[in-house]
C-alpha cells in the first residue's frame, strides 16, 4: 500500500512481462510492487496468495455491485472467479508469454450478500503449450461454497499482440 505522498505502484507493462515469469508478475500485485488491475479495485478483491498453479483472492461485494432482488449479482462473483482461474494459469508462464480465456463456466450454488468476505481459489488442471485449463472455488471463511467454476486459456508469445500493445 502507498500513502497519501507516495506515487502508486507501476502497472504491469510490456517490459516486465517479456522479461519476468507470470509468477514473478503475480507475486509483484500480491505484495503491492505492481499495481492490482482497475477492474479488481473497482469491484472490490485482491490477490491475497500465489504460488505455481495456484491463485487465492479474496473480496467484498458492495451495495454497488447488487441486482434487482438484492444479492450480489452473478457478474461480480464470475468476474472474481474468472480472475482466479485465468491468474492460476498467469502463474506457469515463462517470460514473454501471455493468455487470454477462452471459455469459462460458472455454476452458482448460493446466493451472496453485501459485505461478506469470500475466498476465491483458481488451480491449474493441465497446461499444454497453447492451452491450459483451471478449475476454482468462491467460498466465505466459513468454507461455505458460493460458486465453483472452470475455464480454459489460450498462451502464446506477448509479441503475437498483448492488450498493452494495442
Not at 41 to 66: C, D, S
Not at 88 to 98: E, K, M, W
Request: hydrophobic share 40%; charged share 15%; net charge negative.
Amino acid at each position: 500500500m502507498t500513502t497519501p505522498n507516495e506515487p502508486p505502484p507501476p502497472m504491469l507493462d510490456p517490459e516486465t512481462i517479456a522479461t519476468t515469469s507470470g509468477l514473478e508478475q503475480l507475486q509483484a500485485i500480491a505484495d503491492g510492487r505492481i499495481a492490482s488491475p482497475a477492474m479488481a479495485v473497482t469491484l472490490g478483491y485482491r490477490l491475497t496468495e500465489v504460488e505455481h498453479g495456484r491463485a487465492v483472492f479474496t473480496g467484498t461485494p458492495n451495495q454497488a455491485v447488487l441486482n434487482p432482488m438484492g444479492a450480489v449479482h452473478g457478474g461480480w462473483a464470475a468476474t472474481l472467479l474468472d480472475s482466479a482461474l485465468a491468474c492460476a494459469v498467469h502463474s506457469t508462464l515463462a517470460p514473454g508469454q501471455t493468455y487470454t480465456t477462452v471459455e469459462m463456466k460458472v455454476n452458482y450454488t448460493r446466493a451472496i450478500r453485501a459485505g461478506m468476505r469470500l475466498v476465491c481459489e483458481g488451480r491449474v488442471v493441465h497446461r499444454g503449450s497453447r492451452l491450459a485449463t483451471a478449475e476454482g472455488t468462491l467460498k466465505d471463511e466459513a468454507g461455505k461454497l458460493y460458486a465453483h467454476g472452470t475455464e480454459t486459456c489460450m498462451i502464446f508469445a506477448a509479441t503475437e499482440g498483448h492488450p498493452a500493445r494495442g
